[in-house]
């Protein structure tokens, strides 16, 4: 019997890391090949190997660390590290990332530039390895700002689309946002611990609350939510990678890195963004039209939820969460590709009927949908209830107002099951519309694949053995994490109940009129970038254009009249130089040549010149004389 290693060497490590940015440069430099797609998948896999070989590495601690900067008494360590979360993180990330890049294959394979987009998804895995393999808040910090980077680059891929290039700058200036806070945060870490590691010790309230301000942005957390459903502007294939599965769930592996460092108070500020997140992300969701759009605030309601659970403290529940949420979205956002790809639209109310023109779309979209709803046997139902019960739990223990929290939470998990209804609705049922006259059909194998895995991995039964506990679940077990108890004993019956009565509703539900007030406020995220524009946007575009002003008309001014000024005088003083000190100067060098002329005439060397003017000079001597 083969024995378990204990632990990942350090060259596959380095290979773990190399390859995805090794891979990056090559397709780079290569050019649009036609087999640009097949040499990321075969990258990729490689990856999936070395991940799965250090998934089985058991479940101990492995750092390794060198010295990288050092200056007096600062030390930043160049670290790694690879715990169980780091492992469940890593198999996440190379899977989904290969079923997204071999549904990209086809997807993409009329693109001009399909081997810069396998590129850059490239570099983005290289960089979400490098924030789940990094040792301190340093190394995770540059990881970070690169991870920011490959999204700026794949959502603003067709930067030809004003929208697409718009939602890529609006992603990541907001995303700066967050990031200026959380390096605020690393360095009131190092103040306080004099370290840059992961402690274990809480931190200051208001360091802690910087750090989770890194969260804020790369999650889409409440008041930074805005940039992703704008970011749905890129293909199709990058919304199911990063915000689906990867990029967003960056922010919720920084909390569980980040938690023993938070403090109670942190903590409850944690909750109630998360809760607060969920609630305006499942309302926002309600009555879009937009079949991406819908999914992307779905994937804001999530995350909200698994922020919520981090700041109850359950920490397991979240990551459970995070790693179901991972596979049916990533299946929504796949099977959302392929209808897209099919009807050549994104707006729902040009959509319907296509249940028997794509069966299989139909199917993957149906179980996917239901698992994001909670629906028993489902993976999203274990994880919910993981996260609802241990809500109910700390609310229990705290009483009073707390109680809210996991109200809301459960009335969200409601929500979703209404806007996810409706949704399958709009798509599958009913008649198509009038003007749609394509003939849709089926994608290929290579897109319907990869759905169909995601699919199958959104059951219950691939989590735990009791497709209705999570406490036994291998999951929980692997991360090295626990569960809080089972909570009241109506819980589950009472999202059951949600769940068919939010589906229920979301069937039924009429699509309102286009300038009801409700469906504005959904449509347009609770007026959210409204009021951007106008506390910040307008404010500071206004501020901008005074600013402009004075500099064109006063300190332009000042500068111009400077100038003319300075021409001026610049003038004077040429005509002083040419015609007074040149004046001077030439006349008197005249002079001195007259006189000198004079002086040589008289000299000439001719007697009777000499004797005429001795004659005159006695004759002027008399006269002056007498």
């Known amino acids: 019997m083969p024995t378990v290693p204990d632990s990942l060497p350090i060259p596959l490590l380095i290979a773990l890391l190399a390859l995805p940015f090794g891979a990056f440069g090559l397709l780079f430099s290569a050019g649009n090949r036609s087999a640009s797609g097949w040499l990321a998948v075969f990258i990729t896999v490689l990856g999936l190997g070395i991940s799965l070989y250090a998934a089985s590495t058991g479940t101990v601690a492995q750092v390794w660390a060198t010295n990288w900067i050092q200056f007096q008494h600062l030390i930043i360590p160049l670290q790694f590290r690879l715990d169980p979360i780091g492992r469940l993180m890593l198999v996440l990330v190379h899977g989904i990332a290969l079923l997204v890049q071999l549904y990209s294959i086809s997807y993409m394979r009329d693109d001009a530039r399909k081997g810069r987009y396998f590129a850059y998804l490239q570099l983005f895995i290289g960089a979400m390895l490098g924030i789940i393999l990094a040792g301190n808040l340093v190394i995770l910090y540059a990881f970070w700002e690169l991870v920011g980077l490959a999204s700026l680059l794949l959502i603003g891929f067709w930067y030809d689309r004003p929208a697409a290039a718009a939602a890529a700058k609006k992603a990541f200036l907001m995303n700066r ?44 957390q409440f008041p930074l939510l805005t ?74 309601s999530q995350l909200g939820l698994m922020v919520a659970a981090m700041g109850t403290g359950n920490v397991g529940g979240a990551l459970f969460h995070l790693l179901t949420h991972a596979f049916f979205k990533a299946g929504l956002f796949l099977a959302a590709g392929s209808v897209i790809h099919a009807v050549h639209t994104q707006d729902m109310h040009q959509m319907g009927g296509l249940r028997k023109s794509l069966p299989h779309t139909y199917l993957t979209y149906l179980i996917c949908a239901a698992a994001l709803s909670g629906v028993p046997l489902l993976s999203g139902f274990l994880s ?45 049922f009913g008649q198509p519309e009038p003007a749609s006259v394509m003939a849709p059909h089926e994608p290929d194998w290579l897109m319907r694949g990869p759905v169909w895995l995601l699919t199958i991995l959104s059951i219950g039964f691939w989590f735990s053995l009791n497709p209705l506990s999570a406490h036994h679940s291998w999951v929980i077990a692997a991360i090295g994490q626990s569960l809080p108890e089972d909570g009241p004993v109506w819980l589950a019956p009472a999202s059951i109940l949600l769940v068919v009565l939010g589906g229920w509703l979301g069937f039924r539900l009429r699509e309102p009129a286009i300038g009801s007030p409700l469906a504005l406020a959904s449509r347009h995220y609770g007026y959210l970038d409204e009021l951007y524009r106008h506390l910040v946007t307008g404010p500071a575009l206004w501020l901008a254009s005074l600013v402009n002003r004075t500099d064109q008309r006063v300190v332009d001014g000042v500068v111009d009249g400077v100038g003319l000024g300075t021409v001026m005088l610049a003038h004077l003083i040429r005509f002083i130089d040419r015609f007074g000190v040149d004046g001077v100067v030439n006349g008197a060098g005249k002079v001195a040549i007259g006189v000198g002329q004079l002086t040589r005439s008289v000299q000439g060397g001719r007697i009777q010149t000499y004797i005429a003017t001795a004659i005159a000079v006695v004759v002027l001597v008399l006269w002056l004389i007498l």
């Open 177 to 220: 946002i967050g990031d200026a806070a959380f390096l605020l945060g690393i360095l009131m870490t190092y103040l306080h611990t004099g370290s840059f590691e992961f402690g274990t010790a809480p931190l200051p309230t208001i360091a802690g609350i910087c750090l989770f301000m890194g969260c804020v942005a790369k999650s889409a």
């Open 227 to 300: 940039w992703l459903p704008d970011a749905m502007e890129g293909p199709t294939p990058v919304s199911a990678l990063l915000h689906a599965a990867t990029m967003v769930a960056a922010g919720i592996f920084l909390l569980a890195r980040i938690h023993p460092m938070l403090s109670p108070d942190a903590l409850l500020v944690v909750t109630l963004a998360g809760t607060l997140t969920t609630v305006w992300g499942g309302f926002s969701a309600l009555f879009q039209t937009d079949i991406k759009r819908v999914l992307a605030f779905s994937t804001i």
């Open 384 to 428: 919910k209830e993981a996260i609802l019960g241990g809500a109910f739990n700390w609310a229990d223990a705290r009483g009073g107002a707390a109680q809210l929290i996991p109200v809301l939470l459960l009335l969200s998990s409601g929500l979703t099951a209404v806007y996810m209804a409706r949704q399958v609705r709009l798509i599958f």
